[in-house]
């Protein structure tokens, strides 16, 4: 049982709210009292490793001709693969063009509960509850997860990078 965080990244540089959601996931396996891994599609031309100082224990690098340009469905597949190989119970994805094309089609492939526009890490004292924004960020939903798979799609700038020591293993 694992996080697992989808790093979207361009031009050999994670973008900033996939580090957001890094230091989420991580935060998410240590209150769970597991290790969270990310993983990156396509070719990347930075250094993985490095992305271990966001709290991530392992990198999962896929590299494909089918990855090399943007289709939910192929990459949805793709991680679908992944999350079921290290058997991920928590995937955490961004809130943004590529998170909001992914995440359904990865919910509807892994039986897996979903909620996007998470604004708070969710409370694990009774069950798996995430706290969302709603009607435009004017209120805030409680929704509780009871799937044994559970996506997450953080909101931009909803968490702060925190960085430390570490690289991650690949």
């Known amino acids: 049982m694992s996080v697992l965080v989808f790093l979207d990244h361009a031009e050999g540089q994670v973008k900033k709210n996939s580090l957001e959601a ?46 090399s340009s943007f289709d939910a469905q192929v990459y949805s597949n793709a991680l679908g693969q992944v ?16 998170g909001k094309a992914i995440a359904p089609g990865l919910s509807v492939t892994l039986k897996a509960g979903m909620v996007s526009g998470a604004v ?18 004017k209120a805030f939903a409680n929704i509780a997860i009871k799937t044994d798979s559970k996506i997450v799609s953080l909101n931009a700038n909803a968490y702060k990078i925190e960085t430390g020591e570490g690289t991650a293993a690949i």
């Open 22 to 67: 890094a230091c989420y996931g991580s935060k998410i396996a240590e209150l769970m009292g597991t290790d969270a891994s990310g993983v990156l599609l396509g070719q990347f031309d930075g250094n993985a490793a490095d992305l271990g100082k966001y709290g991530l224990k392992k990198i999962y690098e896929v590299k494909d001709e089918h990855l």
């Open 83 to 98: 999350a079921n190989k290290v058997d991920a119970k928590v995937i955490v994805f961004t809130n943004n063009f590529n």
């Open 120 to 137: 708070a890490l969710p409370v694990l004292d009774n069950g798996f509850v995430v706290k969302k924004s709603v009607f435009s960020g």
